[in-house]
């Protein structure tokens, strides 16, 4: 099945925003663990599943503002009809 134009262009947009969603989820987790910040560093390093405590916060902050920013997307779409 072909999608059309318009339907390529709105999957487009919605990646788009998608990555920069996720993109900004690892940024602000990434600072978060170089910072230290409620000693979520000090958690992952001196655990015995330090692996899986950085892999579940990172995934949570993935979805969170991959969804985020897709729907910060869809949101804009928005025209005023008055």
């Not at 992952?44 to 897709?70: K, P, R, W």
Request: charged share 15%; aromatic share 8%.
């Amino acid at each position: 099945m072909k999608l059309q134009r318009h339907e390529r262009a709105a999957l487009g947009f919605l990646a788009r925003h998608l990555v920069v969603g996720i993109v900004g989820g690892l940024l602000f987790g990434g600072l978060m663990i170089i910072f230290d910040i409620a000693h979520l560093r000090t958690l992952a390093t001196e655990s015995n599943d330090g692996i899986l405590t950085l892999v579940l916060f990172f995934f949570g902050l993935i979805i969170t503002f991959g969804s985020v920013g897709m729907g910060v997307g869809i949101m804009s779409q928005a025209q005023d009809e008055n």
